[in-house]
């Protein structure tokens, strides 16, 4: 089976510009994730999504930042004006639903490293 | 909220060694489990070893042990025959039933010395 599958491993912008990352997540899970990793605030969970619906966004830093998920294969985080705090690594995960056998675990892709300049 | 602390930034040891990893966390759920990632280099993120709070039997997995206490609310990692390719950044997490989210610790910095 394929992992999560991230797109771009790396990403370099210059403030002011949009970005978008890609996920694709392993089939047949409900839930995907998006966190944020910095030196300075470690793993942060921005948002995620139970069978393409946003269940908590609490975690998105501010109006910069949004995602999709328009269908159980994919989803987008988008920032819109980059600022080079936004940079970051940034990881998808998913999840089987608890009914699937989900053991609780996360099941990340690579991650995308985003630099702002 | 629930809240994960690591308190040692960085460990290293000899290869061969055993190395122990601590882990805290506060909660308020009485159902719940308990992860440690292991984050190499290479960026990605791999379940190292899992408990649910309900078990009392302490999890392993090959070279890896947890040593959980529920009422002290910690969960430590006992690496036994550290090598090389367990230097990486680890994260102890938590999560409780009904919730799928997890929340994660700052992460302790292990490596491993030829």
């Known amino acids: 089976d394929a992992g999560v599958i991230q797109s771009p491993r790396h990403e370099v912008t210059e403030m002011g510009q949009e970005v978008t990352l890609r996920c694709k997540p392993i089939?047949?899970?409900?839930?995907l994730f998006w966190y944020r990793q910095t030196m300075m605030r470690g793993l942060e969970l921005l948002i995620y999504?139970?069978?393409?619906?946003?269940?908590?966004d609490s975690g998105m830093p501010e109006d910069r930042f949004s995602a999709k998920m328009p269908n159980a294969s994919f989803s987008t985080l988008k920032i819109q004006p980059s600022e080079p705090r936004d940079s970051a690594v940034y990881f998808c995960?998913?999840?089987?639903?608890?009914?699937?056998?989900?053991?609780?675990?996360?099941?990340f892709g690579e991650g995308s490293r985003l630099t702002v300049l | 909220a629930q809240t994960v602390t690591q308190s040692q930034p960085e460990m290293s040891v000899q290869e061969a060694e055993t190395v122990t990893l601590s882990c805290t966390y506060d909660?308020?759920?009485?159902?719940?489990?308990l992860f440690w990632y292991k984050q190499p280099p290479s960026r990605q993120m791999i379940l190292v070893i899992r408990q649910e709070a309900y078990k009392q039997q302490n999890a392993t997995e090959n070279r890896f042990s947890v040593n959980f206490q529920k009422a002290a609310k910690s969960f430590s990692l006992k690496i036994s025959d550290s090598q090389l390719g367990d230097t990486a950044m680890y994260f102890c997490a938590f999560g409780h039933f009904g919730n799928e989210k997890l929340t994660f610790g700052t992460g302790t910095r292990l490596t491993i010395i030829p």
């Open positions: 995960a998913s999840s089987p639903n608890l009914g699937g056998g989900n053991t609780g675990e996360l099941f």
């Open positions: 999504f139970n069978n393409n619906v946003p269940i908590d």
């Open positions: 089939s047949g899970h409900d839930y």
């Open positions: 909660t308020s759920e009485s159902n719940y489990y």
